[in-house]
């Protein structure tokens, strides 16, 4: 059993050498955390040299909240991508490299398989979770914790109450009125347990696809595109990054979609395992 754990960790060990040093990774990594630190930088200037009274607070400036800045809207197309650039296909780059035998000589199918879905989920997970936190730590540094300015569009000069039309169509209300920093943080750990979760399944599914590779990676954005265009069409809102931005007021938003979302993508993990352990073995040879 000792040794069986052994080579497990030296599997998973391999992996993680693997993504420390991939290009996708560390391109992935770094457009996030531009993008994060322009998002802070953009909102310092927009602030610098207002009256008290239009300051606006750190939470309603975090780049996870809806409307906060332009860059929104872009990441709400960019992120399918960066879900799953940084390592999500990498059983094919295996597998055309031509060390997938050399690797299943060493460890076997389940030991590959999951040390390497392991380090998908974290490679997400850090793409995602660190560049997000880092603006959520710099705007409670350089803004205030509360602010007579309840506008909100931070780059509108609309001074609605947020307790009368657009609280109609958030999510948790309650959280947001008591706890706006905790609400903040939670929508930020659903989009980074989402994003997880899509980077897993399309590992998977580079068992199924493993002659595409650019058609593997695009899969989440046309099939986002796709949920973007049709929600216009269906009575309960269907586009996934309008429950995973805090504070957004899209219409037709219900609670349960948000375990419809994380349902059907753990279920599809569920499923696709043995298919994946299955492919894996036949090219172990056994």
């Given at each position: ?98 060390i997938l035998p050399a690797i299943l000589s060493r460890a076997s199918a389940k030991q ?19 560049p997000f936190l880092l603006n959520f730590l ?149």
């Amino acid at each position: 059993a000792l040794f069986k754990k052994g080579i497990h960790v030296m599997a998973l060990q391999a992996q993680m050498k693997l993504l420390r040093v991939r290009k996708e990774f560390l391109i992935s990594f770094f457009c996030m955390l531009v993008i994060s630190i322009a998002s802070f930088s953009i909102n310092c200037v927009q602030q610098y040299g207002l009256d008290v009274t239009q300051y606006l607070s750190a939470d309603k400036l975090f780049i996870g909240r809806a409307y906060s800045n332009d860059f929104f809207t872009f990441l709400q197309f960019l992120l399918p991508l960066l879900f799953v650039l940084p390592f999500a296909d990498s059983y094919i780059t295996d597998r055309r490299h031509y060390i997938l035998p050399a690797i299943l000589s060493r460890a076997s199918a389940k030991q590959y398989y999951f040390s390497k879905l392991s380090c998908v989920g974290l490679s997400t997970g850090t793409v995602v979770f660190l560049p997000f936190l880092l603006n959520f730590l710099l705007g409670l540094i350089a803004f205030p914790m509360t602010s007579t300015n309840y506008s909100h569009f931070s780059l509108s000069a609309d001074q609605s109450p947020y307790y009368t039309s657009y609280m109609k169509e958030i999510l948790f209300p309650g959280l947001f009125v008591d706890h706006p920093y905790l609400y903040n943080f939670i929508f930020l750990l659903l989009l980074t347990v989402f994003g997880m979760l899509c980077a897993v399944v399309t590992y998977q599914l580079s068992f199924l696809i493993v002659k595409n590779r650019i058609v593997l990676l695009c899969l989440p954005f046309l099939l986002n595109n796709f949920l973007i265009l049709f929600a216009q069409y269906t009575p309960v809102d269907i586009s996934p990054f309008d429950y995973l931005f805090s504070f957004n007021n899209a219409p037709h938003k219900q609670p349960f979609m948000l375990a419809v979302f994380f349902g059907v993508l753990i279920l599809a993990v569920v499923c696709l395992t043995p298919v994946c352990l299955k492919k894996l073995r036949e090219i172990e040879g056994k």
